[in-house]
């Protein structure tokens, strides 16, 4: 694809991610509900405020593009200076502990593992690896490499790193996908199963073709998950931008209305449809709604263009 159509393809992602993170963050925790009584949302609120998903994505995004490419220690105090500059994002307590650990000397990619024995498998690192299935878009197996890293700083737990490179492969694929043709679920998902190493996700992802259709939303929860591990949501953002890849409101209105971990889930969805279709297919009202989208895109927008024209960096 020609580099210049891939740039708004690259703000479609982060933008795309934030606002179904700024959205999705009303619904946390909270049951199921119909499709028809999340948009009203958007319209009663003021202001989309992100939470930890969008603020650590930006962190990965600032050190990629800093590092020219990924540095493992750069990232974590990255994570950690942003932390320190905003810790009223939403942060879980497992973070902000691992943070402190390497500013204290700890390795950063050894800390995480001291503090969850085995590693966390939740899906921290997942919700903020889109930038790296934008910059490594082109090689699958850097990509894997990379996110597997990118996730080792907090969640070291097989599950969770597997979690981190699916949800960047599927968001490079998109990206790699032309919006103006119609995607190949089918195809799609056949090289998403391809890709995945751990048996556990490639059966998630044999039971996501088997759901396109499904009405029934609690099905789909029980099969796919809506919970704060990786495993029980990257497949389902996944799902949610497959079931309309065409809209990208349609894409994260649904994946809000599965409740549970809704800021993840629908940040991750926002992130794939985004990539794919493009910053243009995002409501202008809810953009304009977006706290520091000016930033988040113009970040974007660097990121494509080490992308793009790497030798300028």
């Not at 195809?187 to 751990?198: C, I, S, T, V, W």
Request: neutral net charge.
């Amino acid at each position: 694809m020609h580099k210049l159509r891939l740039k708004p393809k690259f703000s479609g992602c982060l933008v795309g991610a934030a606002i179904g993170d700024g959205l999705g963050s009303w619904q946390e925790g909270k049951g199921m509900t119909e499709s028809e009584k999340v948009e009203p949302l958007v319209e009663k609120l003021r202001q989309l405020i992100y939470t930890d998903d969008t603020h650590m994505t930006i962190g990965v995004t600032e050190s990629l593009i800093a590092s020219k490419g990924f540095n493992g220690e750069h990232m974590a105090q990255t994570f950690l200076s942003n932390y320190e500059a905003e810790p009223w994002r939403g942060y879980g307590p497992g973070p902000p502990q691992i943070f402190r650990m390497i500013e204290t000397g700890e390795p950063w990619n050894s800390a995480a593992r001291k503090l969850y024995n085995g590693g966390s498998m939740g899906n921290g690192s997942a919700m903020r690896v889109a930038p790296v299935g934008l910059l490594y878009s082109s090689d699958p197996a850097k990509l894997r490499e990379i996110a597997y890293q990118s996730s080792s700083i907090t969640h070291s737990h097989e599950l969770g790193r597997e979690g981190a490179a699916l949800q960047a492969y599927a968001v490079a694929l998109a990206l790699n996908t032309s919006s103006g043709e119609e995607l190949n679920q089918k195809d799609y998902l056949l090289r998403l199963q391809d890709f995945a190493q751990n048996r556990l996700y490639k059966e998630k992802v044999a039971r996501i073709k088997e759901l396109l259709g499904e009405q029934d939303k609690a099905r789909v929860v029980t099969v796919l998950g809506n919970g704060i591990e990786a495993l029980r949501s990257v497949p389902t953002a996944i799902y949610s931008f497959l079931r309309q890849p065409g809209a990208y409101k349609d894409t994260v209105i649904y994946a809000i209305s599965l409740g549970g971990d809704t800021d993840t889930i629908a940040s991750m969805a926002g992130a794939i449809s985004g990539a794919y279709l493009g910053i243009d297919a995002i409501p202008g009202e809810w953009k304009a709604k977006l706290e520091n989208k000016d930033y988040i895109e113009a970040l974007a927008e660097r990121l494509w263009r080490l992308t793009a024209f790497p030798y300028e960096y």
